[in-house]
């Protein structure tokens, strides 16, 4: 019972409102990103319905094959929801804005990205922005200077965070089962050759004759994969450190393969305290006023 205790206070640790209303404003900046240069298959494939193969999830809603209509009325939802959110977040609009943001951001972006998978493959680098963008508004209504702290608050915010987490995990699971559960065969594999043959750039034809080098790298990044979970027993102070490694490696993939993973980056922000970021930007331009006035006094 004690330990039952101990995991739902872990997963219902209150946070302050403050760190979820900016995690709703970049997951949803990252969303719009998304559906206009990244995830395109639902404006592109607009005019060629015969291409869309709905996806478990896209058939049991009933998606019909989307049109150039359809998915120009989605990204519009997705910008006004974003729109709204931002604007919802500051102290005087009523609580309507930001609701009504959250819930058409989310149900618009979760829509987008359930064509766009039927017109191609699941990406799992879209698993925790889906989720962030149905369950943040699930925190109430939460203002830029509000620090007062919530369970709800940090019970959307932990789901964030498991779901970035499961992102990696569930890529060891899949390398597993696709080599009979033995992780030491992709651990030596040619995985980066093949990679660097299907993706050439300048960068990479550089390294695709090192072999040793490449499987340091894919060991290096299975571990990374496997010790992920580990953030959540590093302390809040120093999660920065975390999140800034997690994005070297995406960086890293980005130059080495042109692979983003821009939509799990996003969700890292779950992670970190942007109330504390905030006050203290806040602090320094007031200080900054402050100089001058002294002066000319």
């Known amino acids: 019972m004690n330990a039952l205790r101990a995991v739902i206070g872990w997963l219902v640790a209150p946070v302050p409102r403050a760190r979820v209303a900016w995690v709703r404003v970049i ?18 494939r607009g005019s060629t319905p015969e291409f869309y193969d709905p996806i ?37 609009p009523p609580a309507s804005v930001q609701v009504t943001g959250g819930l058409l951001l989310g149900a618009c972006y979760t829509t987008w990205c359930l064509y766009g998978m039927s017109f191609g493959y699941v990406a799992h680098d879209h698993m925790a922005i889906v989720l962030a963008t149905l369950l943040l508004p699930t925190a109430g209504i939460c203002r830029y200077r509000d620090r007062t702290p919530t369970e709800a608050a940090g019970w959307a915010l932990r789901v964030v965070q498991i779901f970035t987490v499961a992102t990696y995990t569930g890529s060891v699971l899949a390398k597993a089962v696709l080599n009979d559960w033995d992780l030491a065969r992709w651990g030596n594999s040619g995985t980066l050759v093949w990679a660097f043959l299907r993706r050439p750039s300048p960068v990479n034809e550089l390294l695709i004759e090192q072999a040793t080098l490449l499987r340091i790298f894919q060991w290096g990044a299975l571990a990374m994969e496997l010790l992920a979970p580990l953030v959540f027993f ?31 980056v996003a969700c890292w922000s779950a992670f970190l305290p942007w109330e504390r970021y905030a006050a203290w930007l806040a602090e320094r331009r007031r200080l900054r006023s402050a100089v001058p006035a002294r002066a000319a006094s």
């Open 234 to 264: 590093v302390r809040e102070r120093w999660r920065w450190l975390v999140v800034l490694f997690f994005l070297g490696f995406h960086a890293s993939t980005l130059v080495l393969l042109g692979i983003h993973f821009l939509p799990t």
């Open 56 to 92: 478990p999830v896209a058939a049991a809603l009933g998606l019909p094959a989307p049109t150039t209509v359809i998915a120009l009325s989605l990204l519009v939802g997705i910008a006004t929801g974003l729109v709204l959110l931002i604007l919802g977040a500051r102290d005087r």
């Open 27 to 44: 997951i949803g900046t990252v969303a719009l990103i998304d559906a206009l240069f990244l995830l395109r298959s639902p404006r592109d």
